[in-house]
């Protein structure tokens, strides 16, 4: 396998993987309680993920145009795959006040778990920025990795208070 070989199947493997991950998190990771900590990380990764997604897909054809090809065959498939990228922008356009788009802030911490502080109860209301504010939740927030947490619903009246520290500690959203 020669050099140019090499990076060529590196670029495709490595931009089918980076489209997989991004499909997931548009589809199914938009479902699952692992959520990001920071807004501004979330935010910063969809930002990326919308812009990349189209570019990605191009770069597939790292993979898919090869020289024992017919030179018909490999211009439908630049044909396809530059078709594929522009509906997947114009998808993705149509998607982004959906998708990744409102956060859940916190507005009160109510509890904090007894022996370890990092697990709380918090009290969150959905910022849909320019379009206002959405439903309430109450939920436990469990840190995961650096960068997410694990969010629970929950239901304060069947907690028990024994394992938790009361704290009703307002988070002033405007500062």
């Not at 959905?126 to 469990?142: H, K």
Request: charged fraction near 20%.
């Amino acid at each position: 396998m020669t050099a140019l070989n090499f990076i060529t199947k590196t670029i495709f493997w490595l931009t089918i993987i980076f489209i997989v991950i991004i499909v997931f998190s548009f589809t199914i990771g938009q479902v699952i309680s692992i959520e990001f900590k920071n807004y501004e990380i979330k935010n910063s990764y969809y930002d990326f993920a919308f812009t990349a997604l189209p570019f990605a897909i191009v770069l597939t054809l790292f993979g898919t145009i090869k020289k024992k090809n017919k030179k018909s065959k490999n211009l439908a498939i630049v044909a396809v795959t530059i078709l594929s990228a522009v509906i997947c922008f114009f998808l993705l356009v149509s998607i982004m006040f959906s998708v990744g788009f409102g956060s859940w802030t916190t507005e009160t911490i109510l509890y904090r778990k007894h022996n370890d502080k990092n697990i709380t109860i918090d009290k969150q209301r959905l910022d849909l920025g320019a379009l206002g504010y959405g439903s309430y939740r109450t939920v436990q927030l469990t840190s995961f990795l650096k960068y997410f947490q694990v969010a629970k619903q929950v239901d304060t009246a069947k907690i028990d208070k024994r394992n938790w520290d009361y704290a009703n500690q307002e988070i002033n959203l405007h500062d």
